[in-house]
């Protein structure tokens, strides 16, 4: 049983029930909660999304708190004042560590949940670029508050002394400027979630890192100056656990509000400039494209030196008619070719150096039959493989064979077998492979040689 695989119903194993036993064949509806089948999906998913984010936050703040609390209390019990230990490097390194790293982690482990948000800032800004439902954000909105109280009452009751880890305004930063570093930091901070989890790529998978990351150096700046909150749920937390609120407590909401919609407001200003098209191929992987389209050619009957030699040809988007050929041409050894630099002649020649040698006839040893003009004519398990280019619009004859003519062969490929990756499993057929840019390729079926 593939355990990733989301099987609705599946209940608890627990003991000497009918869940406990792996071998039973049981339907959904014995282990479903009679509850769910009266709850509408979108209500449910709601709920599942509110929990997930409620665990999500107060995992993630206490473990960034209680690094904060240890970092604070160490300070403290040397006998120094925090303000006069505020701007100690290791401190700050070490909070900000907690943060970023809790982020990371948290974020990666409930994302598939929630989202793995955990701020109302960055909750804002994806319902601003139309990431997540009104709806839904305001539900996760309640229940980041609440869980940033419940992991502040952890810290505050599971660790001895009292709960240091407010977010206050240090080394003479003013309201003004405590305002705008925590917008700046926060744009910086959303924008990253933006760009790795909500645009989806091939980066998408590892985004929590980036997230983390973007935390940490956030922090690193934050923490002296304004305690490094970048969440109001964060400051909140702290604040009502010891019943104390700062007169400038508002910038801790109105900063990240705004930062959200600075980075919410770039985002939306390169998507309508098409920002994809100026630093193209960014999910290109050009190495992974060829070997595909290469396997493919080989499937077919070509060697491998032929089949990478074209493949790396479509994939960088050359015209195979710079290459020569029977106007514009490549025949490629099926079986016959060792080497890029050696023919065995087996089935005819290799690669023409040039048109003029493919315009009236071939050698006596070539029996391959072209394939009308702008076309393909694929290869089979035994015999030749034949790629005309955009050129190839001329009749030339081979063995006085006029090029139209179609000769049924017991060794050429069948549709069966030319759509075989399809039904391996792949997502295009052969010949889709060989020249998808032009839909006036076909197949069919050529002279093989010795057959």
């Not at 209500?43 to 960034?64: D, P, Q, W």
Request: hydrophobic share 40%; glycine share 12%.
């Amino acid at each position: 049983m593939n355990i990733n695989q989301p099987l609705g119903g599946r209940g608890l194993a627990i003991p000497f029930t009918k869940a406990a036993n792996p071998n039973a064949d049981l339907e959904d509806a014995d282990l479903r909660l009679p509850l769910l089948n009266k709850i509408p999906d979108n209500i449910r998913n709601h709920f599942i999304a509110m929990c997930g984010e409620f665990v999500g936050t107060v995992l993630f703040l206490y473990f960034a708190l209680s690094g904060a609390q240890v970092a604070n209390s160490v300070n403290t019990s040397s006998g120094m004042s925090l303000a006069e230990t505020g701007s100690n490097p290791q401190q700050l390194q070490y909070i900000a560590l907690s943060f970023g790293f809790s982020l990371a982690v948290n974020a990666w482990v409930f994302f598939r949940i929630s989202g793995g948000l955990f701020n109302p800032a960055v909750t804002f800004g994806m319902c601003l670029i139309g990431a997540l439902p009104w709806v839904r954000g305001g539900l996760l909105f309640i229940t980041q508050i609440l869980g940033g109280m419940t992991a502040a009452a952890l810290v505050s009751c599971m660790f001895p002394g009292e709960l240091n880890v407010r977010t206050t305004l240090g080394g003479g930063t003013s309201v003004v400027q405590g305002l705008f570093i925590e917008m700046f930091l926060t744009a910086q901070l959303v924008f990253t979630i933006f760009m790795l989890a909500a645009e989806k790529h091939k980066g998408t998978f590892i985004a929590p890192v980036g997230i983390g990351l973007s935390l940490f150096i956030a922090e690193l700046t934050g923490v002296f100056f304004t305690g490094g909150s970048l969440n109001p749920a964060r400051s909140f937390g702290p604040a009502v656990v010891n019943r104390e609120f700062a007169s400038y407590h508002w910038i801790y909401w109105l900063g990240p509000v705004l930062g959200s919609i600075v980075a919410a407001g770039f985002y939306k200003f390169i998507k309508i400039l098409e920002y994809e098209t100026a630093n193209p191929g960014q999910d290109m992987d050009h190495a992974a494209k060829v070997e595909k389209r290469k396997n493919l050619l080989i499937a077919a009957g070509i060697n491998e030196v032929d089949a990478h030699h074209v493949a790396n040809e479509l994939q960088v988007n050359q015209t195979v008619t710079e290459k020569g050929g029977p106007d514009g041409a490549i025949v490629a050894n099926g079986q016959g070719r060792r080497n890029s630099g050696q023919d065995t002649a087996m089935y005819g020649t290799g690669f023409r150096a040039n048109s003029h040698q493919h315009t009236g006839s071939t050698s006596s040893g070539d029996t391959a039959v072209p394939q009308r003009p702008s076309a393909v004519t694929t290869g089979s398990q035994l015999g030749r493989f034949s790629y005309l280019g955009r050129a190839g619009v001329q009749q030339p004859r081979m063995n006085s064979i006029i090029n139209e003519s179609r000769m049924d062969s017991p060794a050429m490929t069948t549709n069966d077998e030319l759509y075989a990756p399809l039904a391996a499993g792949g997502d295009e057929p052969l010949g889709g492979m060989v020249a998808d840019h032009d839909p006036r390729y076909r197949f069919s079926r050529t002279i093989s040689s010795g057959v």
